[in-house]
Each structure stands twice: as C-alpha cells, then as structure tokens.
C-alpha cells in the first residue's frame, strides 16, 4: 500500500514547524508536503508549475488549510478545489488561528471537511494534531474514487 500524504498548506515557517514536531510526536508517519501560498498549493494540487511533472492521480490523503496566505487566500483556495472535478471530495481541514465566526461559516458554506482553529499551546496543538491524524488517516473511509490508488 502506497503511503497517504498529508498536504500541509501554511506561510507561516514557525507553524510548519510545529505542525512537523506535532505529527512527530503522535508518530503520524505519513509523508508531508508543504506549500506556502494558495497558488503553490494549486499548482501542487493540479500539477501545473513547479508540480507539472506530479501524477494527476496521486491526492493527498488529507490537506490542512490555513485561511490567510499569500498569493490566494485559503477560502478560494478551498473553492478552486470544491469547483474542479479531480479535487472535490478531497478532504480538507481548515487549520487556522482565525476566529471570525465569518470565516468559520463561509469554509462551511464552501464544503470544508472541518475547521480547527489553532491552539495557541504546543501541548494542545499537539493534541489537535494526533486527533485529526487519527481521524482522517486512519478511521475515515474516503470516496471509492479517492482510495488507495490514489495515495503518494
């Protein structure tokens, strides 16, 4: 079985890296691939760019989305996924510092898997982390068109 991927889309180095030190600590092994703009995580997604070599097929297992980045903002970068056959039932988690009840309705209202605002406090970050790891990465069914094949 080939491995499921984690797509971890986040600007901010200190986050990457507490999200990286996280997953450690958990001892997710899955492999994580790190963009840190809405147009990179496009073009990672869609395989254009840098990525144009990537294969069509292969979908990360679950993409964690931060809403403010730069290039595109996190909320179109969620609705350019929700709009394109290829990424629609991907699973996305928004993973954001932001607390605006507007930002919480309108990922809803885009399709977002779930949104997690970020615990200020590594030992509860770390927590979120090995939950949603355990969640999406081992307990949740994907889509019949999402399954193994599709992995990294």
């Given at each position: ?6 797509l ?9 890296d ?10 997710v ?18 395989c ?9 097929s ?6 964690l989305?931060?809403?403010?980045l730069?290039?595109?903002?996190g ?12 990424t629609?039932?991907?699973?996305v ?5 932001s607390?605006?009840e507007?930002?919480?309705a ?8 779930s ?5 200020v ?7 979120a982390?090995?939950?949603l ?6 307990m ?5 068109d ?7």
């Open positions: 079985m080939k491995v499921k991927t984690i971890l889309i986040e600007d901010n180095p200190s986050d990457v507490l999200t990286r030190r996280a997953l450690r600590k958990a001892r092994q899955n492999a994580l691939v790190v963009v840190e703009d809405g147009e990179e995580a496009l073009d990672y997604l869609f254009r760019g840098a990525y144009a070599g990537r294969d069509h292969a979908l990360p297992a679950i993409t989305l931060d809403l403010n730069p290039k595109i903002p909320l179109e970068v969620l609705h350019r996924i929700r709009a394109d056959e290829r629609r039932r991907l699973p988690v928004i993973l954001t510092s607390t605006e507007h930002d919480v309108a990922g809803y209202d885009l399709g977002v898997n949104y997690i605002r970020k615990p406090d590594f030992t509860q970050f770390a927590q982390i090995e939950n790891g355990l969640y999406w990465l081992v949740n069914e994907l889509p019949p999402m399954e193994c094949e599709h992995y990294e």
